[in-house]
């Protein structure tokens, strides 16, 4: 099972941007279609984004689209959540997450996942 550590999180003000990392134990790391998602305070965790195995497809939120960018690194087993246009509303625990069966738009889900990070605070003021 693969272990996943967040980074990246802080706070920005609105309009800006931030890059979120998560690093992956283990060998198997392609073999695992990756995901982010978010909590925000008093709210249910939801999906933000999510990318395939090779990193060829990418399924995103609509709150998100056309704004955050998923995209991996297999030889590094990381995968990565470049963050542009913050807003207020974005502000939350964002958490990486691998599932090694799901499809990319089934990430959105969010059930039955094989691991999660611990999250990453992003907190964007306005």
């Known amino acids: 099972q693969v272990q996943l550590v967040e980074s990246g999180g802080g706070l920005v003000q609105a309009g800006g941007s931030l890059r979120l990392s998560c690093a992956a134990s283990?060998?198997?790391?392609?073999?695992?279609?990756m995901g982010w998602f978010r909590q925000a305070p008093g709210k249910e965790r939801e999906f933000v984004a999510a990318i395939s195995r090779s990193g060829g497809v990418t399924y995103y939120a609509d709150s998100v689209k056309g704004r955050f960018t998923i995209y991996r690194d297999n030889a590094k087993n990381a995968v990565y959540l470049q963050m542009n246009t913050l807003k207020p509303e974005d502000t939350a625990v964002y958490y990486c997450?691998?599932?090694?069966?799901?499809?990319?738009?089934?990430?959105?889900?969010?059930?039955?996942?094989?691991?999660w990070g611990k999250g990453t605070l992003v907190t964007v003021s306005s």
């Open positions: 283990g060998r198997t790391f392609s073999s695992y279609v």
């Open positions: 997450a691998a599932n090694s069966w799901r499809t990319v738009q089934g990430m959105s889900t969010i059930r039955n996942m094989d691991s």
